[in-house]
């Protein structure tokens, strides 16, 4: 599974031969949006945020693994959440005014979701993998060294669906915190078919939160390490969703 993001040396090793791409990367420049689109930004930030807060009110929640956060917080650790595109919509209301800073991309759809997640007590750092990256993950590791969780959509901005990306393992390398991966799964849903398969419960639908044991890196992880903890990251997510997801089936 190839790994898509490295970090510049205040963060992490960086390979010689990817020095000369690292230009995109730690760009910080907003991108220019017309009037137009700026209009479609306020007026989809605006509904999300409303829809999210009225949607949200009426869930019926069912939690599973809380003690993994707490066992965390315990350890006087800081979350690196980690979570599916295509659940941002509940996971923003679950976890809403917790001050956690999520990696928000610097195209259309993050600058409206940036403004939505603000107004729901999130922080932003703005980069995704392919523009930005670098730059967000060193905001992010001064954010949880300022006492703050932080949050990644692990197979954002633009997929592919449900393959995750190693900006969290790389961050926990360095800072030392945990990787917190969770799951949620609404039994009555619209479910869209984008590259995300994005899902808006219903109202009053239940919704089952699955959340995983940390994962730690030691902060002197070789290659090796760095790759294994990599892929068990992506086995508990995949291991999440497919519990989560099929857990309505026997209902």
């Given at each position: ?140 590791a001064s954010r949880l060294r300022g006492g703050s969780d932080v ?51 219903l109202p009053f639908s239940p919704a089952l939160i699955l959340k ?40």
């Amino acid at each position: 599974m190839a790994r898509s993001m490295s970090l510049p040396p205040s963060l992490g090793d960086e390979p010689a031969e990817r020095k000369t791409r690292r230009g995109s990367a730690f760009c910080s420049d907003r991108r220019q949006f017309s009037i137009w689109q700026r209009l479609q930004i306020f007026v989809m930030a605006q509904v999300s945020t409303w829809l999210i807060y009225v949607t949200g009110k009426t869930l019926r929640w069912e939690s599973r693994g809380d003690e993994n956060l707490e066992a965390i917080y315990r350890a006087g650790k800081r979350a690196i959440f980690t979570f599916w595109h295509g659940r941002i919509f509940p996971a923003t209301w679950y976890w809403r005014k917790r001050g956690i800073v999520v990696m928000t991309s610097q195209n259309f759809d993050g600058e409206y979701i940036a403004k939505c997640i603000l107004r729901h007590g999130y922080g932003v750092a703005r980069g995704s993998s392919s523009r930005g990256g670098l730059k967000a993950l060193l905001e992010m590791a001064s954010r949880l060294r300022g006492g703050s969780d932080v949050a990644f959509t692990i197979d954002g901005p633009r997929g592919p669906r449900y393959i995750a990306k190693i900006g969290p393992i790389l961050l926990a390398k360095r800072t030392g915190n945990a990787i917190f991966c969770f799951h949620i799964s609404v039994k009555y849903r619209i479910q869209f078919n984008n590259w995300d398969h994005s899902q808006i419960p219903l109202p009053f639908s239940p919704a089952l939160i699955l959340k995983a044991p940390p994962i730690y890196v030691s902060r002197d992880a070789d290659e090796a390490e760095v790759d294994r903890k990599f892929h068990h990251m992506q086995e508990v997510l995949d291991q999440l969703r497919r519990e989560g997801d099929s857990y309505w089936d026997s209902q």
